[in-house]
């Protein structure tokens, strides 16, 4: 999925994120008034044997997800 939303979310303004306004390429789903938004929470560990699974983040960890893919990206030669 990160390939999908990778340039989106690199896109993405953290701060205006984390202030509500939305990122319609960055939208997965919406019903009415609820939306659901790709963050990117992506890794897998392939040697795991156990797996937990949460709830989606809320916007403040979206956008702070998005804030770490924008640094690790400007640190990398090109897009992830």
Do not use: K, W
Not at 10 to 20: F, K, N, Q, V
Not at 37 to 62: M, N
């Amino acid at each position: 999925m990160a390939e999908r939303f990778c340039e989106a979310a690199l896109a993405t303004d953290p701060g205006s994120y984390r202030a509500g306004v939305a990122s319609p390429s960055l939208l997965l789903e919406q019903v009415g008034q609820l939306s659901v938004d790709y963050a990117p929470f992506d890794h897998i560990e392939g040697g795991a044997q156990l797996a937990i699974v949460g709830l989606t983040p809320g916007r403040q960890q979206a956008a702070n997800a998005i804030s770490a893919m924008i640094g690790l990206n400007s640190t990398t030669s090109g897009v992830m």
